[in-house]
């Protein structure tokens, strides 16, 4: 019998206490105390090394419980700055965040991921220098870098895997690039998964299962299951672009299969259809255009997409059968195209789906905008420095008055 | 800010030396002070507590690692014994089972899910308290109740919800009534779920993300995501019979909507294809006759059941996109129809998919039999009754040497 796996002893290190501040749960050393099961002694020493580390500082604040008011201790986001990288297929935006993921100061690059990776992460090293050597940081060190990739993603080792729009990139160390140019971890990941991952902080944090699909040249599309990210067995999980749809025809993908979903519904398909529809749209190329072509209500453009959220829908309605998520949130620059889309999507799920899986189902545009990437970017480099494991490795987990054996502090 | 959510301090209970234990991390007391970071006095007294609940013996043999032979402490995997029932539409297995989900005792009730939840629980109990009162039992106690259910389950309440074959059993409280029979926890899952976490526990233990069909009257499937069962946000997840095929027409199913795909390749509708061919089929109406049919090498149903291998195929390839599984297992009674369903469903997904998705996937039939779902519900009931939370609250946690509040014990 495998018993579930929370045999691990909990730390007993500075991580818990932070993590404490953090989220509110105690700004005190009495309270503190209370909420972790630390004795006085080690809470103090856990703050001090803390406070040296900067990620805590005292307040002038007092907080009064009856005794001896007590000095009020507060969690430091700017103790370091996040570099924040969104690579695109046709741009790139580079930002600086704090340890809330508050975007401090940003830059979009126009370099195509055509150009290779040598060129494009050169750019994003200057970049990113000449923000940290701004005002607007005003002295904090860079603590980490976190990178999306529109390609699917091996996370431990940062690399693409598989096919993607990324082909001169294939197996290049983009992690340890970075990290040369910087000399702080690196976290490279998805792009759609770091999308995901700024919906679900910003705008669903109280959900468990969620379904984030982008619908922007190509589909993908991320999955939130019990509370986490879910990247599956080799970090493809949510690749939902070349997955078949049957019943419209088996268009050719650039992927080299045929009758993939972003070959029915992708922005760089709808471009194709319309420029085959008629001459008049020779110049629509992008998902861009198209949107833009949607937007000035030009009747074939409006059916077109009506149609491509049918198609869109019938994948989301088969992931919300396979799934059961609370909600569904679409994003990229096809679903800012207005109603059209959403309601072929709607249409479908509502229609394909048993009505238990529908019941108090959300479907959702994105609300978030352009700076979504960097955004989610920030919170995955967060969570990562600031995981409670790390922070013990980092700074001593050595007992006060505890039993447990000393672990020597690993560089981060 | 949401750092990673393990700031829950672990329990310095029993719980965690019952789990060392079980898992044969550590066998004397030394070994659970070294693997649990407990004193030497909390280690006697977890110890002793866990021996007065009959979880744990001490055996005749000894350990010497250098000073005193210590005693080697075991896990009694019969200190209770679990009743485990598999309702199917057409007959329900009822067993015994030890803590290791080891089978004790068992028998099958020629009993439909169509006679109601009283009349189907009734003889549930009857069998049970019989296989209770018999010498295999050897005086063990009833620890707990797992079923499993062919319907989705709300997995807290236990109720089944939404549409499936069990439409009189809507909302009756199965957990409530076999807990009044039994006076023991009960654990209610989707009959699904349960296959899957035998399939997982037996064939797949290191397997973090395992995809399970059942290809039987109707069709369903479960997901192992990150190692643990997946029950999406209503506990829907996984019910794919009911998900849109398109393609194929869309013959009317019997959850009344079209073109599922359990109205296109489910054993119903594989019998109803088969009689529509030929009058000589007229007799074929259940998966087992279906089963029957394709033995007897009919050229017929070996074209039908390709054909539904093929379809599947659709929704696994799909499956395989979204959710990067490194194992996908088929079972269910269509899949001990030999080789021609799964040469259907690996035609389809190798031709459907990305080759990262499929470059280490294993796509194999279930090699568990009849009793899968009756170990399914051993493997859920043990998880629960050992879970060192719950062993926390029944056996206490009160400090020796420790600083934690005592808890209470709560009642099982």
């Known amino acids: 019998v495998n018993v579930k796996q929370n045999l691990q002893p909990t730390s007993q290190g500075p991580g818990v206490v932070l993590s404490a501040i953090i989220r509110g749960e105690a700004s005190t050393k009495s309270a503190i105390e209370a909420a972790t099961g630390l004795s006085r002694p080690t ?35 700017r103790s370091s700055v996040s570099l924040c990288v969104d690579i695109g297929e ?11 993921a508050e975007i401090i100061v940003e830059t979009v690059l126009e370099i195509e991921v055509a150009e290779g990776p040598r060129a494009v992460l050169s750019a994003i090293a200057s970049a990113g220098r000449a923000l940290l050597a701004g005002d607007e940081v005003a002295g904090s060190p860079l603590g980490g870098v976190g990178v999306g990739l529109p390609a699917p ?33 690196v976290y490279v990941d998805n792009d759609v998964n770091l999308l995901l991952l700024a919906e679900q902080r910003l705008d669903w944090p109280d959900e468990q299962h969620l379904l984030f699909v982008k619908i922007g040249t190509g589909i993908g599309s991320g999955l939130v ?33 045929r009758g993939c979903l972003e070959a029915l519904a992708g922005g760089w398909a709808l471009a194709r259809d319309l420029r085959e529809r008629d001459p008049g749209y020779a110049e629509v190329s992008s998902a861009r255009d198209v949107v833009a072509t949607i937007r000035r209500g030009d009747p ?81 480099v967060a969570d990562e420095l600031l995981d409670p494991d790390r922070i013990d490795r980092l700074l001593g987990t050595s007992p006060v008055s505890g039993r447990r054996k000393e672990t020597a502090p690993v560089a981060g």
């Not at 493809?236 to 993908?253: F, K, T």
Request: proline share 4%.
């Open 43 to 77: 809470v103090a020493e856990r703050v001090r090394v803390l406070s040296e580390a900067g990620l805590v500082k005292e307040t002038n604040r007092r907080m009064s419980s009856g005794g001896r008011p007590a000095t009020v201790l507060e969690f430091d986001p």
């Open 90 to 100: 046709e741009r790139t935006r580079v930002a600086l965040a704090d340890l809330r």
């Open 153 to 185: 993603v091996d996370f431990g080792t940062g690399r693409t895997i598989g096919w993607s729009v990324m082909a001169g990139w294939d197996g290049y160390g983009v992690k340890e690039h970075l990290a040369r140019e910087f000399g702080v971890p």
């Open 225 to 257: 299951v019990d509370g986490r990210i879910n990247r599956g067995s080799l970090g493809a999980a949510g690749d939902i672009g070349h997955a078949h749809v049957s019943g419209y025809g088996d268009p050719l993908c650039r992927c080299g299969n």
């Open 300 to 380: 074939d453009a409006v059916a077109l997409i009506r149609g491509a959220g049918r198609i869109l829908g019938e994948a989301v309605a088969f992931a919300t059968s396979l799934l059961n998520p609370a909600v569904i949130v679409v994003g990229g620059e096809l679903a800012k195209a207005g109603d059209q889309l959403m309601a072929g999507v709607r249409e479908l799920v509502y229609q394909r789906s048993l009505p238990l899986a529908t019941k108090n189902l959300i479907i959702s545009p994105s609300r978030l905008g352009e700076e979504a990437g960097v955004l989610g970017a920030a919170f995955l």
